[in-house]
């Protein structure tokens, strides 16, 4: 198989790497104090006693989440015990079948 004969131009290089004569910085050991507290960015005094500081347990036990009206279910209940009404519900027959097991 016949070689095609060189060429004339300079052997290819591969290009010029812009970042290997960049200067690099002689590295410098950085000391930070750890010892003292730095506030947070945007750190303010939150108020403990605002609705977004509570605990959850403590936001399902407040009366403010209800507007202080039942909601209306709660309310139908509510008004059927009073009236004598027996709760229908499977918890309970289900609770005193499993305590007489016992």
């Given at each position: 198989?016949?070689?095609?004969?060189?060429?004339?131009?300079?052997?290819?290089?591969?290009?010029?790497?812009?970042?290997?004569?960049?200067?690099?910085?002689?590295?410098?050991?950085?000391?930070?104090?750890?010892?003292?507290?730095?506030?947070?960015?945007?750190?303010?005094?939150?108020?403990?006693?605002?609705?977004?500081?509570?605990?959850?347990?403590?936001r399902d036990q407040s009366v403010?989440?209800?507007?202080?009206?039942?909601?209306?279910?709660?309310?139908?209940?509510?008004?059927?015990?009073?009236?004598?009404?027996?709760?229908?519900?499977?918890?309970?027959?289900?609770?005193?079948?499993?305590?007489?097991?016992?």
């Open positions: 198989m016949p070689t095609s004969p060189p060429s004339s131009s300079s052997p290819a290089r591969p290009p010029a790497d812009p970042t290997a004569s960049a200067h690099v910085p002689e590295r410098v050991e950085r000391r930070v104090d750890t010892t003292q507290k730095h506030p947070a960015p945007n750190a303010e005094q939150k108020d403990l006693n605002s609705p977004e500081a509570r605990l959850p347990h403590e403010d989440m209800t507007d202080g009206e039942p909601r209306p279910e709660i309310q139908q209940a509510h008004d059927d015990l009073e009236r004598g009404l027996k709760d229908t519900d499977r918890g309970t027959p289900a609770h005193e079948a499993y305590q007489k097991q016992k």
